[in-house]
């Protein structure tokens, strides 16, 4: 049973930066389609991005697009976010996801990921 494990979280001023990671464990890392969501209260939970296997493909939510990048490190199993820019909409609890290993295609839908996380909290005061 794969487990997902956050972390970076934290609070920052509104044009601050903040890296999350998300350690992949009990499971083979490369057959994972990965992705970050968040939630903010009273909110449905939102896309934030997503990595292919290999770490070359990516794809973020319009709101992120050109201010956080996802990343993968093999040596250590673990998906990064790095946010820069960072605006009082972006607070929420950030989740990574995993498809089905073995699954190659991205998806910005929650309902394709299988295990999750347990969050880590952003919070961005103006």
């Known amino acids: 049973q794969v487990h997902l494990v956050e972390s970076g979280g934290g609070l920052v001023q509104a044009g601050g930066s903040l890296r999350l990671s998300c350690e992949l464990s009990?499971?083979?890392?490369?057959?994972?389609?990965m992705a970050w969501f968040r939630q903010a209260p009273g909110k449905e939970r939102e896309f934030v991005a997503t990595?292919?296997?290999?770490?070359?493909?990516?794809d973020y939510g319009d709101s992120v697009k050109g201010r956080f990048t996802v990343s993968k490190d093999y040596a250590t199993n673990t998906m990064s976010l790095q946010m820069t820019n960072l605006k009082p909409e972006d607070t929420a609890l950030y989740y990574c996801?995993?498809?089905?290993?073995?699954?190659?295609?991205?998806?910005?839908?929650?309902?394709?990921?299988?295990?999750w996380g347990q969050g880590t909290q952003v919070t961005v005061s103006s």
């Open positions: 996801a995993v498809r089905m290993p073995g699954i190659t295609n991205l998806s910005a839908r929650s309902a394709d990921y299988y295990s």
């Open positions: 009990g499971g083979t890392f490369s057959r994972y389609v």
């Open positions: 990595i292919s296997r290999s770490g070359i493909d990516t």
